[in-house]
């Protein structure tokens, strides 16, 4: 076990919940009310500051384009890392389309409220928020703009109970709009995005909008995943490209970012998700739950 120095102790000590009611470290910026800022938005702020605080890794999955499988990279993402002992919540921002409660057979839980916190709902030691256990019927269509959506983004990231976690793994709808700014602008200190695309170059040039958007936000790119990259025959196991395959290391290349590696289309990944269980923990035997579980090694190597 590394042993901890006296600087790394006393910044986990300014910046535990405790300690960021009555910060008196200059190097907090909960520690003291910012010139303009009225004392709810100081409060609110000391509030999120001791929230991150306490999350070592944050993640965002990003794609410029819907229909790559940005949900199911997601969710086994986060699955993966739960999988290897870690601590870990996952946040679905997808404010009009949330699918992460119907992937992990969650739909139905209610999110608790107690001591001015909202509890997530619990998935075996892993942490889940999403605006899919607030909806009273899982047709009902969100209709909200920018400020309602950026004003729930926050609460969540804010107000849940998520309490200490190794990581934290946001789902973020397709695009460059109010959803994923609203995160990147809320945790100033993530540690990057994943890029998930498919092969086909329309979804390349896409994501590559994906790319040019966390450049401009200071946002550091972890690497791109290529989804959808063959079929994978469940008789024989015989690998089938169905689309041009290659697009998505082609482009990872051309901008300069990592490259994870290439998903198969499987049809055990669909399966799993409709009946409500993660790939990883259905199938976690599987050549393609073995390629999955390779992405996250750099991931697991944050410091």
Same mark, same amino acid.
């Given at each position: 076990m590394e042993?901890?120095t006296?600087e790394?102790?006393?910044q986990?000590?300014a910046c535990?919940?405790?300690?960021c009611?009555?910060?008196?470290?200059?190097s907090?910026s909960a520690?003291?009310q910012?010139q303009?800022?009225?004392?709810?938005?100081?409060?609110?702020?000391?509030r999120?500051t001791?929230?991150?605080?306490?999350?070592?890794h944050k993640?965002i999955?990003?794609s410029?384009?819907?229909g790559?499988g940005?949900?199911?990279v997601?969710?086994?993402?986060?699955?993966?890392?739960?999988?290897?002992?870690?601590?870990?919540g996952?946040l679905d921002?997808?404010?009009?389309?949330?699918?992460?409660?119907?992937?992990?057979?969650?739909? /139905? +839980?209610q999110v608790?409220?107690?001591? *001015?916190?909202l509890q997530p709902v619990?998935?075996?030691?892993?942490?889940v &928020? !999403?605006?899919?256990?607030?909806?009273?019927?899982?047709?009902?269509?969100v209709?909200w703009?920018?400020p309602m959506?950026?004003?729930?983004?926050?609460?969540?990231?804010r107000?849940?109970?998520?309490?200490?976690?190794?990581?934290?793994?946001?789902?973020?709808?397709?695009?460059?709009g109010d959803?994923?700014?609203?995160?990147?602008?809320?945790?100033?200190?993530?540690?990057?995005?994943?890029i998930?695309?498919?092969?086909?170059k329309?979804?390349a040039?896409?994501?590559?909008?994906?790319?040019s958007f966390?450049?401009?936000l200071?946002?550091?790119v972890?690497?791109?995943?290529?989804n959808?990259n063959g079929?994978?025959?469940p008789?024989c196991?015989e690998?089938?490209?169905v689309?041009?395959s290659?697009? /998505? +290391?082609?482009?990872?290349d051309?901008? *300069?970012?990592p490259?994870?590696?290439?998903?198969p289309?499987?049809p055990? &990944? !669909?399966e799993?998700?409709?009946?409500?269980?993660?790939f990883?923990?259905?199938?976690?035997?599987?050549q393609?739950?073995?390629?999955?579980?390779?992405l996250?090694?750099p991931?697991?190597?944050?410091q």
């Amino acid at each position: 076990m590394e042993a901890k120095t006296h600087e790394t102790t006393q910044q986990e000590e300014a910046c535990s919940p405790a300690a960021c009611d009555s910060c008196s470290s200059s190097s907090c910026s909960a520690a003291s009310q910012q010139q303009g800022e009225n004392q709810q938005q100081f409060e609110e702020r000391r509030r999120l500051t001791s929230r991150l605080c306490r999350i070592k890794h944050k993640i965002i999955v990003l794609s410029g384009k819907g229909g790559v499988g940005k949900s199911t990279v997601a969710v086994n993402l986060a699955m993966a890392l739960h999988i290897a002992g870690k601590k870990v919540g996952l946040l679905d921002v997808d404010i009009h389309g949330p699918s992460i409660p119907t992937m992990l057979g969650l739909e /139905g +839980r209610q999110v608790m409220e107690g001591n *001015g916190e909202l509890q997530p709902v619990d998935l075996d030691g892993m942490k889940v &928020i !999403s605006v899919g256990f607030f909806l009273k019927d899982q047709d009902e269509a969100v209709i909200w703009r920018g400020p309602m959506k950026t004003g729930v983004i926050t609460q969540f990231i804010r107000d849940v109970a998520w309490g200490d976690l190794d990581y934290l793994i946001v789902d973020s709808p397709p695009g460059t709009g109010d959803e994923p700014l609203s995160v990147c602008q809320t945790m100033e200190d993530a540690d990057g995005a994943v890029i998930v695309t498919t092969p086909q170059k329309v979804a390349a040039v896409d994501v590559r909008k994906s790319i040019s958007f966390c450049r401009q936000l200071n946002l550091p790119v972890l690497g791109v995943i290529e989804n959808m990259n063959g079929f994978i025959c469940p008789k024989c196991g015989e690998l089938t490209a169905v689309f041009q395959s290659g697009g /998505g +290391r082609l482009m990872a290349d051309d901008m *300069g970012v990592p490259f994870l590696g290439s998903v198969p289309i499987d049809p055990q &990944i !669909s399966e799993a998700g409709d009946s409500g269980v993660a790939f990883l923990q259905r199938y976690a035997d599987s050549q393609t739950a073995t390629i999955i579980q390779s992405l996250i090694k750099p991931i697991l190597e944050l410091q």
